[in-house]
């Protein structure tokens, strides 16, 4: 079981360095948001995960949870965990004040998530899902639902979940069938059977609250159809104690690949009482309005795993004695070398290590964003900020989680066959990460709603907000000869996915199906050019600081920058020939001969 | 459960149409080998491993192996299908017949592993042990022993092991520390502890034949001083009965990620009996003989994963109903298309398929010349196709197995949250294929063994067995304007791929490193253009027959084969680039950095 450290460090750097994280208490509303007191907080953060959560990891996952009778039970610790979390203050972090939370910033909340998911990834999930209900809420419930919901989700001590896949609807939501029907006072009774939903029963919590998708009597058929709910397990008493059990129910919980120790369950309804959240029909808005954050959420979790991954490789290539290195030995007191001498080890480390860091930096500049777009006092601040917060969810989901499960394998190759032990607890990484490519999305699904959605909105205005940064950054390099080496590979690839951004969008009108059939790799690719763009950000400030004291920490980041330029961006080559291949080669053998 | 077929008319294509199978009867002792016969012996292999190997491959998974007091229970079923498959005569198809074997062509083992790879990856690994310890004994072995042992090899009655790893040494059997000293008669008394041995202790046979990696009392340190020995579990008598049991133990059962229904153990050797096999001191030679064998057959294992995987992803992606084309409905009746109609759904399916099917062609090929090099009259053609299989083993082993793991995962993409739920077997497959990235030579030393060994021999003689008739076929298609669009690319890839090669061996000369960081690039390179072949050859046959009787078929493949030129070679651009970008960018990072 490889132990996990909070990388600190990188992130001070990344916020106080990089993004200016200071300029959140400069904000109405985060004056006390100083650099000092978030980097008090990670810090608090960093040791609950690794000294609370990530002892559970390997334990939870041999164990999983328990379901008999309708009771689903977690793995042992996992309750006491929970309660240590709650007490901790962990689940109000971003909730509003005026619900009892502490009304921080969301950034903090980001690298908190990236935290939990190093060190436990099923764990996190308990209250991530609570922050996705509190989320809904907050944004579309009525005054009422919100006074009676939303201090208790903040306060950990009531749960959420999102209820919306169903055993024949899981991408195509507009096949949703459980219904909702009128009940007594503006309540209604919601009437059907989801799957695959995360803490959909579980023993951390004295309450849990479901938001349901389901239709009206009077629904259009299709996502125009479908409106939102809440149903919360037992009916809360106009006092707010608990009153009787509502007709929900788990009829069954999923054995899976991995995150065991997270309740994945069937969850039935049967004429439960239910509240609906904003307007009728208009539950799939209301979705979307917390997709984005979800999604974001989701690309945490596969940099989460990403991050411990690499630590639990670092620490075996440091340790294991394997042959000799090609240019001598190293270690000639020993018998044989650390695998660490081993360029071909080191590939496989530098490649976790070179996008990871990007990953996190451009994580965390939209984390920034979100809190700009949010309270910045500028209106075109904000809108700009909102934009490339609208824009960046498909890529943050996709390319984190597919890192996150490349990262995974990179670091059980790097153990070899001791790597496929469970004892070892690397090829639970493995399984865990697999899950973060499928749900919220799956990963194609996101590949379209970029080329899909994103890419047109407001004529490519969302685009844009990422294109000029870019291409701002660039220029202004221009008289800075040692930034070359970044800058023209950047270059390079912005070109390429300026080229390919233009093919997507104008063969995209003519045939859909070409847009869609490039849709992955565009993705792709934007993903690559993004992380070069951190990277050569992050190789300004470090060429200006590799003198100094901690020099060797910036000379790192410049090596590593270095390997990313020359082993990692090549490939937007042959993904921009790939991509603009056409429909045709995708869509000319017929179904018969699959 | 993905049910499996054999791809029986996949495999008469190749072995009939693109590679004249029909010339191994007219090689001496094979006369009786005709393409009927091959065809007929196929299609019971494939009834066996449809009805009884597949059926056991998911119950296996979820009760794998039992451990209680030194012994191993198999899950239920096993032993009864390890029966069924001796009964049928599965054990002795290559063998000798002076021990009782069949004498078929290897080529008939080769395409019978696939299919018992994609039925049942658990269950192969007992009969597929034997085999290597057949061959290791049949090549090094005195009289005495191949009397002794290949007998009971061959009539599937005793089993094999290969004992080489132990805790402190995998990659680097230098360290090897198990010991041997002089017995009676002739024989040695080893002790030592090995791991990761596959099939160390079962309950399918009655005996189990260790082959065994120990050192001579006045053995030079590393890996010149390791020999080679046969140690039984039970001692056998004169007569051919068995004897007492030998110092022989299984001290634990590993829990791992996948092939829980293959037991990998710890064997313990306790001051027991062996046999020298081969000559003092060189049993790293005897292992070599048989490791690019064995390294095809892990490679085999890859190939047969991805068809079963790819058998699941399709009859899913044509029963599940989500969403609609991107060009309109397909399937107006129903309430949604099925998921074959997306772009991005053809595109996870042809990406499995375009490799699978030219890595089949591949691994045929190269089976077939192994026939040739052992039985072919002309001493020349068995020289060149000596070459030719000593070759390609890294390529196939890391190339399929790469390509295993990926269609495996991909195939559960396809399947969305459903593929990640243990019940319906997709995720096993990612979960079995993972091992044979690691097992027998992690692909990383499949890629080192590319560049650090093969590539020099003979100073390049092995890879002008490749190059010369990958060039040879592009110049007699110069006339064929129909094959322009295959040749084409083919080319282009050939000319980064020569490239490549003069980069690496001048580079490695100079800087051993820059080779060992170009390594894996290197071979990944190498693939794609060996594909990229086969699918060339495949596309020249199917253009000649795509009019006339099963039009379909063959208009299939030219299908498949221009998804591989326009979406998967495009690739070889990019690795060719970031593998020329020599050591500095994986060496200039010190250690203390990552």
Request: charged share 20%.
């Amino acid at each position: 079981m490889p132990a996990y450290k909070a990388p600190l460090r990188e992130m001070r750097f990344l916020l106080e360095e990089l993004l200016d994280v200071g300029q959140l208490s400069r904000l109405p509303g985060h004056e006390e948001a100083t650099p000092d007191t978030i980097a008090a907080i990670l810090a608090a953060g960093a040791e609950l995960c690794e000294r609370e959560l990530a002892p559970l990891n390997r334990p939870g996952d041999e164990e999983g949870c328990h379901f008999e009778n309708g009771v689903v039970r977690t793995p042992a610790g996992f309750a006491e965990a929970y309660r240590t979390f709650v007490a901790g203050g962990w689940t109000s972090l971003a909730a509003d004040p005026a619900y009892g939370g502490q009304g921080l910033p969301k950034i903090v909340n980001f690298v908190i998530e990236e935290m939990i998911s190093s060190a436990n990834l099923s764990f996190g999930i308990y209250p991530g899902l609570s922050g996705g209900a509190y989320q809904a809420l907050s944004l579309h419930g009525s005054d009422v639902l919100k006074a009676r919901y939303l201090p208790r989700l903040a306060d950990g001590s009531w749960s959420g979940t999102m209820c919306l896949t169903e055993p024949q609807c899981g991408t195509d939501l507009g096949l949703v069938r459980t219904r909702a029907v009128p009940g007594e006072d503006g309540s209604w009774k919601i009437t059907g059977n989801k799957i695959f939903i995360s803490a959909g029963e579980h023993d951390l919590t004295e309450n849990i609250v479901h938001l349901v998708l389901a239709r009206l009597p009077d629904a259009p058929s299709g996502t125009r159809g479908i409106s939102l709910f809440v149903v919360p397990k037992f009916l809360p008493n106009a006092d707010g104690t608990l009153g009787p059990r509502n007709g929900v129910g788990c009829s069954r919980l999923e054995h899976k690949m991995g995150i065991r120790a997270a309740a994945t369950c069937a969850i039935d309804f049967d004429e439960a009482v239910g509240w609906l959240v904003g307007r009728p029909h208009k539950g799939m808005s209301a979705m979307f309005t917390m997709m984005n954050s979800a999604r974001l959420g989701v690309g945490l979790q596969g940099l989460g795993i990403a991050e411990i991954a690499y630590q639990g490789a670092v620490a075996y290539a440091r340790e294991r004695l394997q042959g000799r290195s090609p240019s001598g030995a190293k270690a000639p007191d020993k018998l044989a070398d650390p695998l660490i001498v081993h360029p071909d080890v080191r590939r496989m480390l530098l490649t976790m290590k070179a996008q990871i860091e990007a990953s996190r930096a451009l994580a965390y500049w939209i984390g920034l964003e979100i809190d700009l777009a949010g309270r910045h006092p500028d209106p075109a601040r904000r809108q700009a900020a909102d934009d490339l917060v609208a824009l960046m969810p498909p890529i943050i989901k996709s390319g984190f989680t597919d890192l996150g499960f490349a990262a995974a394998n990179l670091a059980v190759q790097v153990w070899g066959g001791h790597g496929y032990i469970r004892d070892n607890g690397m090829e639970q990484l493995v399984r865990d990460a697999r899950i973060c490519q499928l749900y919220e999305g799956a990963n194609g699904i996101q590949a379209l709603d970029l080329v899909g959605r994103k890419l047109g909105t407001g004529t490519g205005r969302l685009l844009r907000r990422f294109f000029h940064p870019v291409a701002a950054f660039i220029a202004e390099q221009q008289g800075d000869a040692a930034m070359a080496e970044f800058t023209l590979p950047l270059h390079k690839s912005l070109a390429r996915l300026q080229q390919a951004t233009a093919w997507v969008a104008e063969t995209g009108l003519r045939r859909p199906e070409a847009a869609a059939a490039a849709a992955s790799e565009y993705l792709e690719l934007f993903g690559l050019v993004a992380l070069a763009y951190m990277w050569a950000r992050m190789a300004k400030l470090a060429l200006g600081r590799q003198q100094g004291e901690d020099g060797a920490f910036y000379q790192a980041k410049l090596a590593t920058a270095r390997f990313f330029m020359a082993k990692l961006l090549p490939r937007h080559a042959s993904l921009s020939t790939s991509l603009m291949a056409g429909a045709e080669p995708v869509m000319a053998l017929p179904e018969a001969g699959f």
